[in-house]
């Protein structure tokens, strides 16, 4: 029996916006429409970005935040650049639109309606990246005065489905667990996740479904086939 909650934390990507999970030459159009700063070599940019995702997939899950600083210090001298502390940072904030993608179309609206029914919301989100760019999007879009809170894994340290994430983001809204819905679209990370600290799991239709055969654990409280789908289901409490 579900239970109306107080709040509503959410996934950022595949939720509110595509998934970036994969850097891909087809990923590569969509963050850099106008190409790379300096004309530097697209070649050396996915070589680079192919390093640093592999890096991290070999981390033991539930994976750490990782900081990329070191690895584009290593690839840097490759394109003839100087590994400088700032030419450094000036790369870690180009690599930063990898995970900038435009919200989907229904995301403010439904946010907004959430919002006006008395809901609570919050994120929850896992990024490989310090999160600005996300924020800036959020503001663009017009939703970032929804959140009550965020937290983005590189910034917190630790990324999902590990509970101290979960946690972090409760104590910050000083909700129960009960009380809160989380809601995501890979049930490995977000179901499993939101199960581990007694939140209530939503899943979002998607490429990572199959995902809930793996474990009991993964499978969710309530599915939808997008947060357009949320405020009908509570507008029922």
Not at 188 to 210: F, I, K, N, Q, S
Request: hydrophobic share 40%; glycine share 8%; charged share 25%.
């Amino acid at each position: 029996m579900l239970k109306r909650p107080e709040a509503i934390l959410f996934d950022m990507g595949g939720v509110l916006l595509e998934s970036v999970d994969m850097w891909t030459d087809a990923g590569f159009e969509k963050s850099y429409p106008n190409g790379l700063p300096n004309g530097a070599s697209p070649e050396w940019f996915m070589g680079m970005s192919r390093d640093i995702l592999a890096r991290y997939e070999r981390l033991p899950a539930p994976r750490p935040a990782m900081d990329l600083r070191p690895i584009i210090a290593e690839w840097l001298p490759k394109a003839g650049m100087d590994a400088s502390a700032e030419t450094v940072e000036d790369w870690y904030g180009v690599l930063g639109w990898w995970e900038v993608r435009p919200l989907y179309p229904f995301v403010r609206e439904a946010l907004k309606r959430i919002n006006d029914m008395g809901y609570r919301i919050g994120l929850i989100s896992n990024t490989l990246l310090t999160s600005q760019y996300h924020r800036d999007l959020f503001r663009a879009g017009g939703i970032f005065d929804l959140f009550e809170f965020m937290v983005f894994s590189a910034e917190f340290g630790a990324n999902k489905p590990d509970p101290r994430i979960f946690r972090h983001a409760l104590d910050a809204m000083k909700l129960d667990a009960s009380c809160a819905w989380y809601v995501g679209d890979k049930p490995h990370r977000d179901v499993c996740g939101a199960h581990g600290v007694g939140m209530t799991a939503v899943l979002v239709d998607g490429p990572y479904e199959h995902r809930m055969s793996d474990s009991p654990a993964h499978e969710p409280d309530v599915r939808v086939r997008d947060i357009s789908e949320l405020p009908e289901l509570l507008v029922k409490f």
